[in-house]
Structures are given as structure tokens and as C-alpha cells.
């Protein structure tokens, strides 16, 4: 009898232990293959808006732009785990022509063999409240470039000759495991705020060039293009890209890094 109570107390303590759960290891690159918008009464399956999300060691950001209407969105922030849970801090944030302020959401996630589902038990969605769920698709793969990171821009001018024109603009990049997205806002002819966003692969081509493969964007002439892109590593937190245009002019851009 004192042999079976043993038995059973082990059962008992492995079952216990096979449903704890961990805190998530979030760093990678991954593609939403869907949302769910729950209001209350009814679930509303969404495959339309393409979304890449990026996590870093200590942060995160993501891109999505609906390519029906070019409608785009993106985010940037630090995040934390606990057990089952992803707490995000968002430091920067637009949709289309509105500038979020600073959020904390918490994600409710479940890690499966091809990438993870997160939930968020309470958004607006068009102004109701409702419960998010999105699934998620891993897709980078493991690798270690100068680059690996997130970074926002200082400085942004373009040389024409002996011209040089500056933008004014706010953009952030994100770098890691192949992958890499941008999310930009500025103010078009009419005063006007706008959001674009672009991701997709990057390969180094050398010690100070990569190329960058373009999956989804605001602009819709850059999808499926590549282009090569010159860089130079100004200490370990700071870089310089420049792309070169067949007219001979330059896109010049700075980047600070904002987090690992």
C-alpha cells in the first residue's frame, strides 16, 4: 500500500509539473497568418493585413500594412515575460495618419512547435471592446550580424550632385535573424501625417553591404524588388547607410540603436 501511495504521489507531481508554465523565449522573426477579433457574441477571422514581428533580446517591434489599400501600421518597445505572458511597452507607435501615445499591453502566449498564438483578453476594436487573438509563424533563421537590433534614425538627407537636401522624418529599423522592417512617419506636401512601413529578408554581401529583399511595403513598387545597401558601422551603436541610385544620387541615413 505504502508502495502504490508513493506510485501515485509521482503521478501526481509530474502532472503538476507537465502543465506549469515557462516564461516565454520570445527572440525571432515571425509572420501573422491570422487574427481573430472576438466582440462578445461572435468570432471574426482576419487574413488580410501582412504583419511581420520582430523580438530582440529586450524589445520588439512590428510592421503591418493592408495591402488592399496600402494602409499601414507599426510599433516599437521594450518588452518583459512572466509565466505565460509578454508584457510590451510601446515607445513609439502610428497608424496611418495618428501618432499613439506610449501603451503597455499584455499578451497572453502560447508557444507551439511553428511559432506561438498571443492574446489580448481586452482592445478596442472599432470602438468596441473585444478579445485579439493572433497566430504567429516563425521564420527567421539563426544568425549574428553587426546590424542585429533595433535603431532609430538621426539624421536622413539625400545628395544630388552637389546638392544636399535633409527630411525631416521619424523611422525606426529593426535587424534580426534575416529579417528586417522599417516604420516611418512624416508630413506629406498638405501638412498631412503619414505612415509607411517595408520588410522582409536581408543577406550581408561582405563586411559593409547587405541586400535587402522587400516582402510587403507601403509602396507598392518596392514589393519584390531587392536592393543593395552600403553601411558603415560607427562604433557599436551607431551606422551609416547609404543606397546609391542609377542617377548617381545618394540616400543617406543615420541610426542610433535603441536596444539589442
Not at 11 to 40: R, W
Not at 154 to 163: A, E, L, S, T
Not at 217 to 227: D, K, R
Request: negative net charge.
Amino acid at each position: 500500500m505504502k508502495k502504490l501511495t508513493q506510485y501515485l504521489t509521482i503521478l501526481f507531481i509530474a502532472s503538476c509539473t507537465s502543465t506549469v508554465k515557462e516564461n516565454p523565449k520570445m527572440p525571432g522573426a515571425y509572420f501573422m497568418t491570422s487574427q481573430t477579433v472576438n466582440d462578445g457574441t461572435k468570432d471574426t477571422k482576419l487574413t488580410d493585413l501582412k504583419q511581420l514581428k520582430i523580438y530582440t533580446d529586450s524589445m520588439m517591434m512590428y510592421t503591418q500594412v493592408n495591402p488592399s489599400d496600402s494602409a499601414s501600421a507599426f510599433g516599437v518597445g521594450f518588452y518583459s515575460t512572466d509565466t505565460g505572458t509578454v508584457i510590451e511597452k510601446d515607445i513609439y507607435s502610428a497608424r496611418d495618419t495618428i501618432i499613439g501615445s506610449p501603451a503597455t499591453y499584455s499578451l497572453n502566449i502560447t508557444q507551439t512547435p511553428d511559432g506561438y498564438t498571443q492574446v489580448i483578453p481586452e482592445i478596442i476594436v472599432g470602438n468596441q471592446k473585444s478579445r485579439l487573438t493572433e497566430e504567429y509563424q516563425s521564420m527567421g533563421k539563426v544568425q549574428k550580424t553587426p546590424l542585429d537590433g533595433i535603431w532609430k534614425e538621426v539624421d536622413f538627407y539625400i545628395i544630388k550632385g552637389n546638392d544636399t537636401v535633409r527630411h525631416e522624418r521619424t523611422q525606426y529599423k529593426a535587424f534580426y535573424d534575416g529579417y528586417f522592417m522599417y516604420g516611418q512617419t512624416f508630413k506629406d506636401s498638405s501638412n498631412r501625417m503619414f505612415t509607411g512601413i517595408g520588410f522582409g529578408t536581408y543577406v550581408m554581401d561582405g563586411d559593409k553591404r547587405i541586400k535587402e529583399t522587400d516582402l510587403n511595403s507601403t509602396y507598392s513598387i518596392a514589393v519584390g524588388q531587392s536592393f543593395p545597401i552600403d553601411f558603415e558601422m560607427m562604433g557599436p551603436d551607431h551606422y551609416k547607410q547609404t543606397i546609391t541610385s542609377p542617377d548617381n544620387s545618394k540616400s543617406v541615413e543615420l541610426y542610433e540603436r535603441v536596444g539589442r
